[in-house]
């Protein structure tokens, strides 16, 4: 089996009236999807029960784009042994079939793209041009995997040995839990699961509570190519409620989490209790939090090239990517400068309910609307002045305008803590050397990025910026799949670079096989 060369999917460009008519009647067409109600299936068998749970609109909060279950441990529990027993026939399906599920996938988004991206206009509050590449992204992972699963199949090279035949094959894990978050609903969600499953493990699938309708689509998708009932078990549930239950349960072997490090560490130590009847250490991919930051120099090649830069790294998707810019380092030479910059540049940002494409959409529900209003109430507290933004205006949904707080502390709490919203600190260093120790001083490593136009200091960057994914004078979000391999350092999880060439290797295990020949 052969495939094209990996190519990444392209952007829509809506500037284009086709392009934009043709998203508009898919934001139209995809509300007929809203009052439906959509089961859990395990093994293919359809579930509901008395407990409703009910996905909004956050641009318009009594709106409701689709009722789910909530599952119980009793669906949580079936789920892992359905799971269990189908990976004893879907690990022997050649890999060649395993691909080819992926590829026939991917080709069924891509046709109907901006249905899927609509979906996420409406259950997250994506304006278009976000929504378009987090459906490109899923469309990405699918193809990049389905490639890297045929590179993966030719074993491992070892050396040869005189009087042997040798070799190392890669094998599947067995049951995974796989447990995505909200903020990129459709590409991080089918990146780990079709990780799992084109490796040859079977999945129980739990997506975020605030994201049912966009993971049903894709979930549909995968039931319309004939995946095998059970591959992927679809369980809506409380994760508070049901996760402990699939983390420890004895058959799972291995966890798939992105999302905050607080669930994080606590999937991981659950997961490290060997149970009764356990016969396996399971193993835990986990990818968690950042607080991200771009360090700017006092020499640059473009002020205004960086002041764009960080707009748009702090207030791309109202600052709810794990990749967003949360602090900017400025080096006291040009800190005045550039903090009225930065006020002018986000004085262009509109916010508005993403249907209607605006720059920014509502964050994602009320809670998280209430704790980025405790984060500003408290950076002011500590002595941060708000020079943009600070106010929430609600009428329908969860809108916060885009803040900016200078003159804060480099060990303030907003300097410390992910806010996961469209707040960006200001943190002033007195040279580069200084910005670059602040940039190092919390728990995190995720990303991070540098603006200036000295060959030295980048030089010093790449060696100790402590990131997993460095950006040198250019935005710190919008990593490409095959183009910036993705995953954190120290808090930000267990760098498991999604969408590299490594990925894959974490959902299987190596067996080195030795024959006596004449
Ligand atoms: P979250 O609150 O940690 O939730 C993530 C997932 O975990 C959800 O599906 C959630 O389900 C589930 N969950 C909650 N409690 C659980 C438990 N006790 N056991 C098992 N599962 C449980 O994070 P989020 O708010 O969805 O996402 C935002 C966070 O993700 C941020 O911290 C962001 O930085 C991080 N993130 C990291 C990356 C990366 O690549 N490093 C990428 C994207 C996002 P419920 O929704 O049902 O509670």
Redesign the pocket.
């Known amino acids: 089996m052969k495939l094209s060369k990996f190519k990444n999917e392209p952007f829509t460009d809506f500037s284009k009236k086709k392009n934009s008519q043709e998203f508009a009647k898919a934001l139209e067409k995809v509300t007929s999807r809203f009052k439906k109600e959509y089961p859990n299936t395990i093994g293919g068998e359809k579930f509901y029960t008395d407990r409703k749970h009910y996905s909004y609109n956050p641009s318009n909060k009594e709106e409701i784009v689709g009722v789910f279950q909530k599952g119980t441990a009793e669906m949580a529990i079936k789920a892992i042994e359905i799971a269990n027993n189908t990976f004893h026939e879907w690990k022997n399906v050649p890999v060649k079939t395993r691909v080819k599920f992926l590829v026939e996938a991917a080709k069924r988004m891509r046709k109907r793209k901006h249905e899927f991206s609509a979906m996420m206009v409406y259950e997250v509050g994506k304006n278009w041009a976000e929504a378009d590449g987090d459906t490109a992204e899923a469309i990405d992972f699918m193809e990049y995997y389905a490639r890297e699963m045929l590179r993966y199949n030719e074993g491992m090279s070892v050396v040869s040995n005189p009087g042997e035949k040798n070799k190392c094959e890669y094998i599947p894990l067995g049951v995974g839990v796989v447990?995505?978050?909200?903020?990129?609903p459709l590409a991080?969600l089918v990146g780990m699961t079709t990780a799992a499953v084109v490796t040859g493990n079977t999945v129980v699938l739990?997506?975020?509570?605030?994201s049912p309708a966009i993971a049903q689509m894709f979930f549909e998708l995968l039931e319309e190519i004939k995946l095998p009932k059970g591959v992927v078990n679809f369980l809506v549930?409380?994760?508070?409620a049901i996760?402990?239950l699939?983390?420890t349960h004895p058959l799972t072997r291995f966890i798939s989490?992105?999302?905050?490090?607080?669930?994080?560490l606590?999937?991981n130590e659950l997961a490290a209790k060997k149970q009764p009847s356990q016969i396996w250490i399971k193993r835990v991919v986990a990818?968690?939090?950042?607080k991200d930051s771009i360090l700017v120099d006092s020499e640059l090649i473009d002020f205004n090239d960086a002041v764009k830069g960080t707009v748009q790294s702090a207030f791309g998707y109202q600052g709810q990517?794990?990749s967003a810019c949360s602090r900017v380092i400025v080096d006291e030479r040009i800190y005045e400068k550039f903090c009225e910059a930065l006020v002018e540049e986000t004085k262009k940002l509109k916010v508005a309910p993403a249907k209607e494409n605006p720059n920014m959409g509502p964050v994602i529900n009320e809670r998280s609307k209430n704790s980025i209003t405790e984060y500003i109430k408290k950076a002011i507290d500590e002595g941060g002045k708000i020079i943009h933004g600070g106010m929430d205006y609600s009428e329908n949904g969860y809108f916060i305008q885009p803040t900016i707080i200078k003159d804060v502390e480099r060990d303030a709490t907003i300097a410390q803590e992910?806010i996961?919203g469209p707040v960006l600190a200001v943190i002033k260093s007195k040279n580069f050397d200084d910005g670059l120790s602040i940039a190092n001083n919390t728990v995190y490593g995720?990303t991070g990025a540098v603006y200036t136009k000295s060959k030295k200091k980048l030089e010093k960057a790449e060696r100790d910026f402590f990131v997993g994914n460095l950006y040198l004078n250019r935005k710190c979000t919008g990593a490409l799949v095959g183009v910036h391999p993705?995953?954190?350092f120290n808090m930000?999880?267990t760098d498991s670079k999604?969408g590299g060439r490594d990925y894959l290797g974490l959902f299987m295990q190596a067996k080195s096989i030795a024959q006596k020949v004449k």
């Open positions: 447990i995505p978050p909200w903020n990129f991080i739990k997506p975020s509570s605030d549930g409380d994760g508070s996760g402990d699939i983390v989490f992105t999302g905050s490090m607080e669930v994080g606590r999937i990818e968690m939090g950042g990517k794990c992910e996961f995720l993705f995953g954190g930000s999880g999604a």
